[in-house]
């Protein structure tokens, strides 16, 4: 039987430290450059979500009116106390999924409910009063600490996938409004203040453009 011979490749030592440090070099460049950029990316990030907190703020035109409707505000149903519901106040999109807490803030800290998830605009309408439609508000796109499944449940990432006919459920001091959407509006301000309930987010991250959900309660 023939004799096996076996051949091993001879490795320079040279050539296997240069191999390491062409590595080191490698990692030390990049985090080199990720230090030397972080400033600008986090003001990049830092003036993104500035701005889309900015665009929940009502304008003056939309405070002035909503003001007037409070005053002169008809009488809302009212449904039908009941303990077995969740005391905390709740909202629910079947349709695109959201099934989140109502958030209660005021306008000095409202950022913070923002990153909680929705927000009722404060000052102006809730469920069981007469006047002022209720207003919530949501991020769209929220914060890098949010996961997906938080996103879709506590935010309006999907608001833009409501439809005409959708029901929107709202659980307000044990009592269960229910409401029907009958326009999904893209604009700047409110345009619809006939409204029982209006919900907006922004479009993008820092356009100035909202997406606005207008619906009425309906007895059930």
């Known amino acids: 039987m023939p004799e096996v011979v076996l051949y091993h490749k001879y490795v320079s030592p040279n050539k296997t430290i240069f191999s ?4 080191l070099f490698t990692v ?17 990030i830092q003036t993104e979500v500035t701005n889309q907190t900015a665009n929940f703020q009502l304008s003056p035109s939309e405070v002035k009116i ?22 905390i106040n709740h909202l629910a999109i079947s349709s695109i999924g959201v099934d989140t807490t109502v958030q209660e803030a005021t306008y000095d800290n409202y950022e913070e409910a923002l990153r909680r998830g929705v927000w009722r605009v404060s000052d102006f309408g809730v ?11 949501a991020h769209r796109f929220g914060y890098l600490a949010w996961t997906n499944s938080f996103r879709h449940k506590n935010s309006f990432f999907n608001l833009p996938k409501v439809q005409t006919g959708d029901t929107i459920q709202v659980v307000w ?15 700047r301000e409110i345009t619809d203040y006939t409204a029982d ?6 479009e993008t991250l820092s356009g100035p453009e909202r997406i606005f959900v207008y619906a009425r309660m309906i007895q059930i």
């Open 20 to 23: 390491k440090f062409a590595r």
């Open 28 to 44: 030390v460049g990049v985090i080199l450059v990720l230090i030397s950029y972080s400033p600008s990316i986090w003001f990049w």
């Open 66 to 87: 909503l003001t007037v409707i409070g005053e002169t505000g008809q009488r809302k149903y009212i449904p039908p106390f009941d303990s077995r519901l969740p005391v």
């Open 127 to 137: 469920p069981n009063e007469t006047g002022n439609p209720v207003i919530f508000a």
């Open 173 to 187: 001091r044990q009592r269960k409004y229910t409401y029907e959407v009958y326009k999904v509006d893209k604009a």
């Open 197 to 202: 309930l209006i919900l907006y987010t922004c």
